[in-house]
């Protein structure tokens, strides 16, 4: 089984007191993208979404689709607890495509061609590596075991690069002036 796992359960208190998540990107929520762009890919067998601060609020303001939701408890405690919790909630998958639910402009296709590629494999835009990656096997069971706010990138030190620039955007959305700038 391919999963795809997106994370959205941080604070984003860079982004204000709203929920970044739900914040109006071309007339949908920012993590709406993400779902969206994910569920399109038929690869991907199953599909989780992290959630953690404002968990019910984002849950309200996001249409699922065939996407399940999983609530980190220990969210606060950086991006390595939701990857974890991710990657629990898909135990038994031979890989994971693993997506930020902040980078609106990661399209179905960027997300395809890292489904096809093996564990230990990231996408990059213009030759700057970013999300997805994709984790299975050791490295999964490794991401099992790191702590803080760094998710994987120590694990991905010297991945396989997949380049992406010519299907999609990798920006990502921390504060409200990089969605203004990205909006113009």
């Known amino acids: 089984m391919i999963g795809g796992l997106i994370l959205a359960a941080g604070?984003?208190?860079?982004?204000?007191?709203?929920?970044?998540?739900?914040?109006?990107?071309?007339?949908?929520?920012?993590?709406q993208h993400a779902i969206d762009a994910a569920s399109a890919v038929d690869a991907l067998e199953r599909l989780v979404v992290v959630l953690g601060a404002r968990a019910e609020r984002v849950l309200a303001g996001v249409s699922l689709?065939?996407?399940?939701?999983?609530?980190?408890?220990?969210?606060?405690?950086?991006?390595?607890?939701?990857?974890?919790?991710?990657?629990?909630?898909?135990?038994?998958?031979?890989?994971?495509?693993?997506?930020?639910?902040?980078?609106?402009?990661?399209?179905?296709a960027a997300i395809e061609r890292l489904a096809g590629e093996p564990p230990g494999t990231r996408a990059a835009y213009d030759g700057v590596p970013g999300h997805p990656v994709v984790l299975g096997g050791a490295l999964a069971a490794a991401a099992l075991n790191i702590e803080g706010d760094e998710g994987a990138r120590s694990l991905l030190r010297g991945a396989r690069i997949v380049e992406c620039g010519d299907v999609a955007n990798g920006r990502d959305v921390d504060t409200v002036g990089d969605l203004k700038e990205m909006l113009t």
């Open 65 to 108: 689709g065939r996407a399940e939701a999983v609530v980190c408890p220990e969210w606060a405690d950086g991006q390595a607890a939701s990857l974890r919790c991710g990657l629990r909630a898909l135990e038994g998958a031979e890989r994971v495509v693993v997506l930020l639910g902040d980078q609106p402009w990661v399209t179905p």
């Open 11 to 31: 604070a984003g208190t860079r982004f204000g007191d709203a929920p970044k998540q739900l914040a109006d990107v071309a007339g949908r929520p920012l993590l």
